[in-house]
């Protein structure tokens, strides 16, 4: 016999249950206002792109587009990308749409799933979603500051503990040549001490040895020169205001000279939002300056810079700091019948009630009227409404106040303005 196989979740995708979203909706709650306040408007992009837009934006050589980023061809021979991460995009609908006509800054967020091939494990999926924002067409260092300004005070608005912004400047292309000839030749006189990976980025992306993760790497990068040597008086200039912006709105920040990031679109400024919580540190989001980017992909040349929170992170975080996480109960009312008559009541009630806004469900299936306040108890609504023979006799209704035990009667025909009077507002 053959054995039926189930479908099951792609490797590294997962679902997020009803029972997970309050979560997500927690976050959602607190980042998507903050940003709207801060004059960001949201865009929708598209989740599929040209993806030459991914191979020229976040460059061929990175892990991101060499290893990990979901490309087909579909049915018109298109090549197409599922996207990987969110900058690319934003900056194709800044041209595209001729934003640069707009008074400047042009200040965009944006929220959904992103999807990189990578060795799923907790906290790195196949399908991960991110908050990102971007501020276009301006140059003044204070735009950095403000983002990584924003990046912290949402994290720590979430009530997340332990959080530091690790920064680095990676210069320019005057300046960054230099340093990377130097670094290039640091690591061809210790070629023994490094990994193959480290040798092969040494050829092609030597910035990305940096933050190799190897122990043995980073032991043997200790005494490497360092790229803040080596930033061009503009370079120089940029990162020490964005330092001085930083120690003016109290963030606590390190200088990482060690952080390079894994997309090759960065100039200047290149930033993380790290947690630490008992030794582990975890990234929960990164970004930086990208002067480059809109030139590169045929606009005019426009300054900018943005960053993107990883939400699958904060959610982990958030629950691994024990975060209350409030959860309103959209359910205030249960109707249980007795009966057919009542049932058929019930069933009018519920639809004049969900009419008016009320969260209303009954269990029209249950027979008895025991298993039915099981479920009204399980709900943990305050308010249940019982309707048997009798009250259909006298077109009336009994309330039941779930907590005090407390019961009343009241005319069937107020129903929508009787609970309005006893349930909170919103209701
Ligand atoms: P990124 O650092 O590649 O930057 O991703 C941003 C955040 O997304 C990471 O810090 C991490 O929290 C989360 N993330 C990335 N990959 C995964 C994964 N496989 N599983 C779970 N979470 C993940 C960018 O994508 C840039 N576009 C950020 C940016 C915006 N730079 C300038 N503007």
Redesign the pocket.
């Known amino acids: 016999m053959v054995k039926k196989k189930t479908v099951q979740r792609v490797r590294?995708t997962y679902d997020i249950l009803p029972t997970e979203q309050k979560y997500w909706r927690g976050v959602d709650e607190v980042a998507l206002p903050y940003l709207e306040k801060s004059g960001f408007g949201r865009i929708e992009l598209p989740i599929i792109e040209d993806a030459f837009l991914f191979s020229r934006s976040v460059g061929e050589n990175t892990d991101?587009i060499e290893k990990e980023m979901y490309v087909f061809r579909d049915r018109g021979d298109d090549i197409l990308a599922l996207r990987?991460?969110?900058?690319?995009s934003?900056v194709r609908a800044y041209i595209e749409n001729g934003m640069h006509s707009l008074p400047q800054p042009v200040k965009l967020y944006y929220q959904g799933p992103?999807f990189?091939y990578?060795r799923p494990q907790s906290?790195?999926?196949?399908q991960?979603?991110?908050i990102?924002?971007?501020v276009l067409g301006e140059i003044d260092p204070i735009v950095d500051a403000e983002?990584i300004c924003l990046t912290f005070r949402i994290c720590e608005r979430l009530g997340l503990k332990n959080l530091t912004i690790e920064i680095n400047s990676i210069g320019c292309s005057n300046c960054r040549p230099k340093f990377t000839a130097e670094l290039v030749d640091y690591i061809s006189q210790r070629k023994e001490l490094f990994c193959d990976n480290c040798l092969k980025r040494s050829e092609k992306n030597p910035l990305r040895i940096l933050d190799c993760k190897e122990p043995s790497c980073q032991k043997a990068l200790e005494n490497a020169p360092s790229i803040l040597d080596f930033l061009c008086k503009e370079c120089h200039k940029h990162f020490t205001s964005v330092l001085e912006y930083l120690d003016e709105l109290s963030i606590p920040y390190n200088l990482n000279t060690k952080l390079a990031?894994?997309?090759d679109?960065?100039t200047k400024t290149v930033f993380?939002?790290w947690t630490s919580q008992e030794g582990a540190q975890?990234?929960?989001?990164?970004?930086?300056?990208?002067d480059n980017l809109v030139a590169l992909l045929g606009g005019k040349k426009t300054p900018?810079?943005?960053?993107?929170?990883?939400?699958?992170?904060?959610v982990l975080e958030i629950k691994k700091q024990n975060i209350e996480v409030a959860q309103e109960n959209p359910i205030q009312v249960f109707i249980a019948f007795l009966g057919d008559k009542a049932k058929i009541k019930s069933l009018k009630i519920i639809n004049e009630c969900r009419k008016a806004g009320i969260g209303i469900i009954g269990s029209l299936t249950q027979k008895t009227l025991k298993s039915q306040l099981k479920t009204a108890d399980k709900l943990a609504v305050p308010i249940t409404l019982i309707l048997g023979e009798k009250e259909i006799i006298d077109k009336t209704v009994l309330i039941r106040h779930m907590e005090e035990g407390a019961q009343e009667v009241i005319e069937v025909k107020n129903i929508v303005k009787e609970l309005k009077k006893r349930l909170p507002k919103g209701n």
Do not use: K, N, W
Request: with cysteine; charged share 20%.
């Open positions: 590294g991101i990987p991460e969110g900058t690319a934003v992103m990189r990578e906290g790195r999926y196949r991960h979603y991110q990102g924002f971007e983002i990031r894994g997309l679109y960065y993380e939002i975890s990234s929960l989001g990164g970004g930086g300056r990208y900018a810079c943005g960053c993107a929170l990883g939400l699958d992170r904060l």
